[in-house]
């Protein structure tokens, strides 16, 4: 019987909860309770999303008919992502946490991409099969992406193949494509597969990129590291230990949160120089 296990994830517009395990799951190990603040609060994402978390966590357990005390595992998107909603997240999940003295599983975000391209790939992959290659890109704000690889397999934790960086999409585009035509030329991958907002109408390169590899780059926007998906990769046999609530941190990778006044009006110049003719 799967202990019952309760995610937080709080991105830039939205903040999701997921409850998972015992007592809710009703015979089906894949099915888990998920709330969006965007979609069952209203609302619209940053601070709102961040202030929703503990109504979302309150009612995910009223909805499953259990009690916080019952919870024998928290799980925390650490990012990388924006820096006050990580705070808040590791900060919540270790008050939640620590009174029962429960131990947390620190997810990242850009392994979160994997939970969806596990998906129609067998389930377990045999120890004889190829992985595929998985490249993650967010949204970091102030133009640039948060982007990083791994080799996937069904059933088995992300393993590192590019370690994550932030930059242009330009960047991420040109980091993502020498890695995929190495692994190619060694034959150490079957597939490429992408997932996260880098892969959105903000981040063109990428999704170009995108196109001349044979993907969708709308449907790998639509795969977040939301709650849900940290429960679906936290759950197979090689994932990290689970640590000790006070242990928890966030992951970081920029060391700046906004632009100077000359960089914002680059940024501008270059977003308005990027509009159709006419508009």
Partial sequence: MKPLSLALSIEWDDCTVALAGAGIDHGT???????????????S????????????????????????DEVERFYVNVGPGAFTSLRIAVGLVQGLALPGNRPVGAIGSLQAGAADSFVGQGGHAGADTLPWLLCSALDARMGECYYAAFLCRAGHWPQPALPPAVGKADD?????????RQLTAEGRISAVHLAGGGFGPNFEPLRAWAMEVGQD???????????????????????????????????????????????????????????????
């Fill in 29 to 43: 190990e894949s099915t888990a309770i998920e709330l969006s603040a965007r979609t069952l609060l209203d609302a």
């Fill in 172 to 180: 991420a585009a040109v980091a993502f494509e020498g890695l995929r």
């Fill in 45 to 68: 994402g940053g601070p709102q999303a961040s202030r929703d978390a503990l109504a979302l966590v309150q009612q995910a357990l009223r909805q499953a008919g259990r009690r916080l």
């Fill in 217 to 279: 780059a709308a449907l790998a926007a639509e795969r977040r590291p939301g709650a849900r998906a940290l429960l679906a990769v936290a759950d197979v046999p090689d994932a990290p230990a689970l640590m000790a609530a006070r242990d928890v941190r966030p992951l970081y990778v920029r060391d700046r949160v906004a632009l100077d006044r000359d960089e914002q009006r680059q940024l501008a110049a270059a977003k308005l120089a990027a509009q159709p003719a006419g508009r």
